[in-house]
């Protein structure tokens, strides 16, 4: 059998007999892990602060440190998964990230905690596009991958709401540290039965290459990037602080792209950026989960700052919208496969933008079921429509051998997405609620507290609504339609000089089958919309309106 230390070192004696149901199974689980956390803690917090006695001004950083370094991250370890084995990469991800989840749950001093999130935002900065390419180059055939990356395209908006139901009932439970213990029995399992499920794979000949000065100025670019982007709620926006660290950002970006467009082997292919549906797909995930995580953020703290809730019953009243993201994601997994994923992400969009709309006007004293449940299923169906295209279009036209540099950049795309939404969305609400508190006197009523909040809030959601709104138009006038491919299009023969053009080398480590280069039937050009592509299930249609 084989060991879990000969899978790290990357020795295979025999190929993974898993079944492409068990795989992608095995996957969603691993990867509901790293979306889980970035929302489970949320319902938390006032229980680890009062165990802890931490600071208010420190809170925040239990959060903000597990997504600044897996958002920082993520490029590395897509990179890395391509060079080291996509199976491996998961792995070691998983390793760290379950022994963080130990440790952390197991810490009693703030310091402590706020190292072990860290780390596990690096554990899920391995995991995470590990996963995904693992996913787009196990899937070869059009229809297949199609289904597949719609049920992962509805994962991420399921966990995140499951994230925050697990954090009610688990901190009113056994307690906050359960939080994080309820990692480690399903780290230890996951790294011990990767070697029996999942296949190694991993990218050939140049693409094996490591490009250090690369990883170096991305990965420094976007750490500052997204800790500057939380910081500035507190440090203010025209602080020195802020400008400075996104003037350090904006530089580390721009030597980055010096470094790759010299580099023979470079960590993000330019060329990428030219591909019309990844880019778009990008920047409207950036704007789409700026709104999602603005969403749970605030709707958290309305019902237990405006409402009244308890742990629980916010964990609770979070059920159906989670229930209502799955519906919409399945929804929109049936729809891929017979209309073009253009029109299912606007409609998911516009469902979302007039949810958050119903939330901005909703009043102090609203009850559950005519008030929050609402907006609630709104929002929840269209995000879960929503996540289903943009997957399957930030993966359209990619080769199979870059899989995983487009896992990270969707991966990155989000948690920046989320740091900016929640930077932005809260200087405007915490700017509305001193200015409601400004009339009130020093020590306000309980009342004009609680108005005083909500006021904020309403700014909040919003502003969220308006980021929703941005992603659509964006979505709208600049991603290309593609329409559904055909389940039984045969498979086409490869394009004349196809390898020729991709300047691929046969993979000769034991035990890791490198990936198609390019895929049979896709066109070597970077861009071309073969229905073999990385794109999965899509043909790009001539307009693009």
Not at 530 to 543: P, Q, V
């Amino acid at each position: 059998m084989t060991s879990v230390a000969d899978s790290l070192r990357g020795r295979s004696p025999r190929r993974p007999a898993a079944g492409p149901g068990l795989i992608l199974a095995f996957l969603c689980v691993v990867q509901s892990m790293v979306y889980l956390d970035v929302t489970i803690v949320n319902v938390a917090l006032p229980s680890i602060q009062a165990s802890l006695h931490m600071r208010d001004g420190d809170l925040q950083f239990v959060v903000t440190a597990y997504g600044t370094v897996l958002g920082g991250f993520l490029m590395l370890g897509g990179r890395l998964a391509d060079v080291l084995g996509r199976r491996r990469l998961l792995q070691t991800g998983m390793v760290l990230f379950g022994a963080a989840s130990l440790a952390a749950g197991l810490s009693h001093a703030a310091g402590l905690l706020i190292a072990c999130r860290a780390v596990q935002g690096l554990g899920a900065a391995l995991t995470a596009p590990a996963a995904l390419s693992t996913l787009t180059t196990t899937f070869t055939e059009p229809a297949a991958r199609t289904k597949a990356l719609g049920i992962w395209g509805g994962l991420a908006g399921i966990a995140s709401v499951l994230g925050v139901v697990l954090g009610g009932l688990l901190t009113q439970g056994p307690g906050w540290r359960w939080v994080f213990l309820l990692n480690v029995p399903v780290a230890v399992v996951a790294v011990a039965l990767a070697p029996l499920v999942l296949p190694e794979s991993r990218g050939a000949g140049r693409e094996r290459r490591f490009d250090t000065a690369g990883a170096v100025t991305l990965t420094a670019g976007l750490l500052l990037l997204i800790h500057t982007l939380d910081a500035a709620v507190t440090a203010g926006w025209g602080s020195a602080r802020t400008i400075g660290g996104l003037a350090g950002a904006v530089a580390l970006l721009g030597a980055f792209v010096v470094v790759e467009l010299r580099s023979p082997a470079p960590l993000l292919p330019l060329r990428m950026l030219a591909l019309p549906a990844l880019r778009t797909a990008n920047a409207t995930a950036v704007l789409a989960f700026g709104a999602m995580v603005t969403l749970f953020f605030y709707a958290s703290l309305t019902m237990q700052q405006v409402l009244g809730y308890d742990a629980l019953r916010t964990g609770l009243a979070y059920v159906p919208l989670a229930v209502s993201v799955g519906i919409g994601a399945g929804v929109a997994s049936g729809l891929i496969t017979r209309v073009p994923a253009k029109p299912v992400l606007l409609a998911g969009l516009a469902m979302a933008v007039g949810g958050l709309l119903l939330l901005a006007r909703l009043p102090v004293d609203a009850g559950y079921a005519d008030g929050l449940l609402p907006p609630f299923v709104m929002v929840g169906v269209g995000l879960g429509i929503s996540f289903v295209p943009l997957q399957i279009a930030a993966a359209f036209g990619v080769p199979a051998r870059e899989a995983g540099v487009a896992a990270g950049l969707i991966n990155t795309s989000q948690e920046a997405g989320g740091a900016l939404g929640v930077a932005v969305v809260s200087t405007l609400a915490l700017t509305r609620i001193g200015d409601a508190l400004a009339t009130a006197g020093p020590h306000p009523a309980p009342a004009a507290l609680r108005a005083a909040r909500a006021s904020g809030f309403h700014h909040a959601f919003f502003a969220a609504a308006c980021f929703a709104f941005a992603g659509l138009l964006l979505a709208a006038l600049l991603l290309p339609t593609m329409r559904p491919a055909s389940a039984a299009e045969p498979p086409a023969d490869p394009a004349p000089g196809a390898d020729a053009a991709s300047g691929a080398e046969p993979a000769t480590d034991e035990g890791a089958a490198s990936d198609e280069d390019p895929a049979p039937g896709e066109d070597a050009r970077p861009g071309a919309g073969a229905t073999s592509g990385a794109g999965g299930g899509l043909a790009t249609g001539a307009a693009s309106g």
